[in-house]
């Protein structure tokens, strides 16, 4: 079983920056990818980024050039820049990892920007 655990939500001003960590342990086994997905209140939870071991990427159209996915494999450990945040970011943002065992998610982290 893998348990992954997100960090560095908060509240910030529209504008600004917070950088999420999601660390993973457990039986973890081979990563295919990690993930961020979010979900704001009222409506359904959706894809913000993804990415494989091979570094390839994934982002919404709503944050391409704004965010960027990364991750530590070495580590057990992935990231999400949020630059420029927007109000309609606010959500709680979710980690996924994805191993040949299926996916697992993470308790979720709460991001808030304030207009």
């Known amino acids: 079983q893998v348990q992954l655990v997100e960090s560095g939500g908060g509240l910030v001003q529209g504008g600004g920056s917070l950088r999420l960590s999601c660390a993973a342990s457990g039986s973890i086994y081979s990563i295919i990818a990690w993930g961020w997905y979010r979900q704001a209140p009222g409506k359904q939870r959706e894809l913000v980024a993804t990415?494989?071991?091979?570094?390839?990427?994934n982002y919404a159209d709503s944050v391409k050039g704004r965010f960027t996915i990364s991750g530590d494999n070495a580590k057990n450990t992935a990231y999400l820049q949020m630059n420029s945040l927007k109000p309609e970011d606010t959500a709680v943002y979710y980690c996924?990892?994805?191993?040949?065992?299926?996916?697992?998610w993470g308790q979720g982290t709460q991001v808030t920007v304030s207009s």
């Open positions: 990415i494989t071991s091979g570094g390839s990427t």
């Open positions: 996924t990892l994805s191993n040949w065992r299926g996916t697992s």
